[in-house]
């Protein structure tokens, strides 16, 4: 049997080449449809990917605040954390607590104020940065480079109240510098004990010379918070989620929706374009096949007489076509690499992508996946063909035995 599939194989490609014309018109017909579809896949998979890409390396997006100060205890902090989008969750303190004044020890009276931030472990917004722990502290870049510091300085923290008759005064150890994309404002990261700290001075309730430990964690009211979504769809998700509990939110769904929905849009073109043009070459292989065989009767009527079976006349057209769709996506996939290489060369990807992220990104699996489908198709295309050619009688070679 093992003979017999090779002998079929080996006269359905030497009939491929012996009509060189009919196979080259078939490849080539094949990979001016398949090719365009790998380009039009490529843009879409390099913009999306692209503008994406620009969303998830930005922390902010997936950031969640409240818009408007009210009072948030611990029990809303614990189901929010709870939440299996949510990586992180920080309270905010009342606006007007949330601001010190910081200067370094060499350069006494050249004052930055900045916004105190509750940080931790897992805060997207430091990213490989260390979080800070009891004295430490995380500068944004702006205040950093308003204070000429680095990671390794020291940095005077003051808060007052009274008019400015009380003082606070900490002693703060820079541990890292948050990118600009993290927080663009003034702004210093500082463990939740330090900026309860401030927060119970300015508000009268603990002394000047209070330590951290003299502050409960436990038990108390925040008027804010700052969350961070586990993926960039799940914005939207807890954008809702917090609305319906009248917890007014600022967030970028709005972004991501449009996001999503251009993405959706694209795919459904995609597969519309996919689609006709799948179908308009599989119909035309499909008639040359059953064409071919209709042709080529007395041929298979003899191939029959002389002992192949049904199973194996039908192989021929499915031998051929699967040849076809292997060669056209190869061809295709070749056509598909060099046009993605010269897109990607144009001056308009830098002002499309920035970062210098390709316009067109093709990857192998595309081509694979390209590949797969063409030979599933072709395969499928020629069933009709091969069921017409078993169904070829050996007597109807009789006359020509």
């Known amino acids: 049997m093992s003979n017999r599939v090779g002998l079929v194989a080996y006269l359905s490609l030497r009939d491929l080449l012996h009509e060189t014309r009919l196979t080259v018109c078939s490849i080539a017909s094949l990979a001016a449809v398949l090719a365009p579809l790998i380009l039009l896949f490529g ?183 700052r969350a961070h979504t586990r993926r960039l769809e799940d914005v939207p998700i807890l954008d809702t989620a917090l609305r319906q509990q009248d917890v007014e939110v600022e967030t970028h769904a709005a972004e991501v929706l449009g996001l999503l929905g251009l993405e959706r849009s694209l795919n459904l073109l995609f597969v519309l374009l996919a689609a006709l043009g799948a179908v308009g070459f599989l119909v035309s292989l499909g008639v040359g096949l059953y064409a071919n065989v209709e042709r080529k009767q007395r041929e298979l009527s003899l191939l029959r007489l002389i002992g192949l079976l049904k199973r194996n006349v039908m192989l021929l057209p499915i031998l051929q076509a699967a040849a076809v769709g292997a060669i056209g996506a190869a061809v295709a996939a070749l056509v598909a690499i060099l046009g993605s290489g010269l897109l990607n060369r144009l001056p308009l990807v830098d002002q499309t992508q920035d970062g210098g992220r390709p316009l067109c990104l093709i990857e192998p699996w595309h081509l694979l996946a390209a590949a797969a489908i063409s ?26 035995a």
């Open 43 to 225: 843009l879409k998979n390099g913009l999306i990917e692209g503008l994406r890409a620009g969303l998830i390396e930005n922390p902010r997006t997936r950031t969640v605040v409240n818009s408007a100060n009210r009072g948030f205890d611990d029990a809303f902090f614990e189901r929010l954390a709870a939440r299996p989008d949510v990586v992180f969750v920080a309270p905010r303190l009342r606006t007007l607590n949330s601001e010190a004044r910081f200067e370094r020890p060499d350069r006494p009276g050249q004052v930055r104020r900045g916004e105190l931030l509750a940080s931790g472990a897992g805060d997207p917004l430091l990213g490989p940065l260390p979080s800070p722990n009891g004295l430490e502290a995380v500068l944004s870049e702006s205040l950093a480079a308003r204070l000429d510091v680095s990671a390794g300085a020291t940095l005077v923290m003051r808060v007052s109240r009274a008019r400015d008759t009380e003082v606070m005064t900490q002693r703060l150890t820079v541990v890292g510098v948050a990118p600009r994309a993290s927080f663009a404002r003034d702004a210093v990261f500082v463990s939740l004990p330090l900026m309860l700290l401030a927060d119970d001075f300015m508000d009268g309730r603990i002394a000047a010379n209070a330590s951290i430990s003299d502050v409960a964690v436990r038990g108390r009211t925040y008027a804010g918070f």
């Open 375 to 400: 030979i599933v198709g072709a395969v499928f295309a020629a069933a009709f063909a091969g069921r017409r050619a078993a169904a070829i009688m050996p007597a109807e070679g009789l006359a020509d």
